[in-house]
């Protein structure tokens, strides 16, 4: 569940977004956003993809392995044939297992 894992510190918004697909309509996606008021939060992630891969590559958290957590969500990604330049990267900045 979205909602325990990402509790604390995150914004919940619903909103509409484009799919990359040329022609595809616009969808409602559910997003959560990290805010300064989380203690995790650190503004050098956002800066720096190769930092976040390797804090990625070793958090974890109470629903499990931030690491899992990114792979399952660039699996999901490329089945529903979407892409996102920020996941893409962060996944090929990933130290092996």
């Given at each position: 569940n979205l909602d325990f894992r990402e509790k604390g510190g995150y914004t919940r918004e619903v909103v509409?977004?484009?799919p990359a697909r040329p022609g595809a309509?616009?969808?409602r996606a559910l997003v959560y956003s990290a805010t300064c008021d989380n203690p995790l939060f650190s503004p050098v992630m956002l800066a720096d993809?190769?930092?976040?891969?390797?804090?990625?590559a070793?958090?974890?958290?109470?629903?499990g392995a931030n690491r899992d957590y990114l792979e399952s969500l660039a699996a999901w990604l490329r089945e529903v044939g979407e892409e996102d330049a920020h996941?893409?990267?962060l996944m090929r900045l990933l130290p092996p297992r």
């Open positions: 509409q977004v484009q309509p616009p969808v993809p190769a930092a976040a891969a390797l804090t990625i070793s958090a974890h958290g109470p629903s996941v893409a990267a």
